[in-house]
């Protein structure tokens, strides 16, 4: 992974998080009529969480943070040697997805 796909991948999860995190506010502060912290809270985590699995499909790169390139790009920033890999898709989850 070069320098420019991990800045790109970096930038997209943090509007995939500030996304979410003012989703959420608005949901809470706008649709609660009381401002009971034993409503507002749940309701804040369980909406962001929400819309931190959905928002994976406005800004996609930030879905390849967990990929092998992106692992393996922090590995040798951090100055220890990069995991062997290739991006061939392993049989067994082939398997567990054709059996649906």
Do not use: H
């Not at 943090?14 to 809270?41: D, K, Q, V």
């Amino acid at each position: 992974m070069e320098k420019e796909e991990y800045i790109a991948i970096s930038r997209s999860m943090l509007f995939r998080l500030l996304t979410s995190i003012s989703l959420a506010t608005m949901i809470c502060f706008f649709t609660t009529e009381t401002s009971s912290a034993l409503g507002i809270i749940p309701t804040f985590f369980i909406t962001l969480t929400f819309f931190f699995i959905i928002t994976v499909k406005f800004f996609p790169t930030s879905g390849a943070w967990m990929n092998v390139r992106f692992r393996n790009y922090k590995r040798t920033r951090s100055g220890l040697s990069s995991l062997p890999s290739s991006d061939i898709p392993q049989e067994r989850f082939l398997d567990d997805y054709r059996r649906g």
